[in-house]
């Protein structure tokens, strides 16, 4: 599968952005799917990640109530709200090892990534 992330951009604290994530090659339904990102001298640290039906949902803490993970046929996305300079950073998205797997927060756990997309919060 390959997996091709869009919407990153410059935005002022406060401000939105919804990340997309298109995945071709075969479909995703059958994956849980998940959101990571790593920031300027950080390690890659969990974002959110969807159940392969949708149905469950899971953040870290530090942006539970301000991002959601949602999917759609064989696109995933994060809309992104109340951004912060602290979210700056390049946002991944990844295909879970196995299908039909539960939620999934650690990075072994994926074995498809996306090349990034770069979210700059800055005013």
């Known amino acids: 599968v390959q997996l091709v992330e869009s919407g990153g951009g410059l935005v002022q604290p406060g401000g939105s952005l919804r990340l997309s994530c298109a995945a071709s090659?075969?479909?995703?339904?059958?994956?849980?799917m998940g959101w990571f990102r790593q920031a300027p001298g950080k390690e890659r640290e969990f974002v959110a990640t969807?159940?392969?039906?949708?149905?469950t949902v899971d953040y870290a803490a530090s942006v539970k109530g301000r991002f959601a993970i949602s999917r759609e046929k064989n696109t995933l996305y994060l809309q992104m709200n109340n951004l912060t300079p602290e979210d700056t950073a390049l946002y991944y998205c990844?295909?879970?090892?196995?299908?039909?797997?539960?939620?999934?927060?650690?990075?072994?756990?994926?074995?498809?990534w996306g090349q990034g997309t770069r979210v700059t919060v800055s005013s």
């Open positions: 990844a295909k879970a090892r196995g299908s039909f797997t539960p939620t999934r927060r650690l990075s072994s756990d994926y074995d498809a």
């Open positions: 090659g075969y479909s995703v339904s059958p994956y849980t």
């Open positions: 969807i159940l392969w039906g949708g149905s």
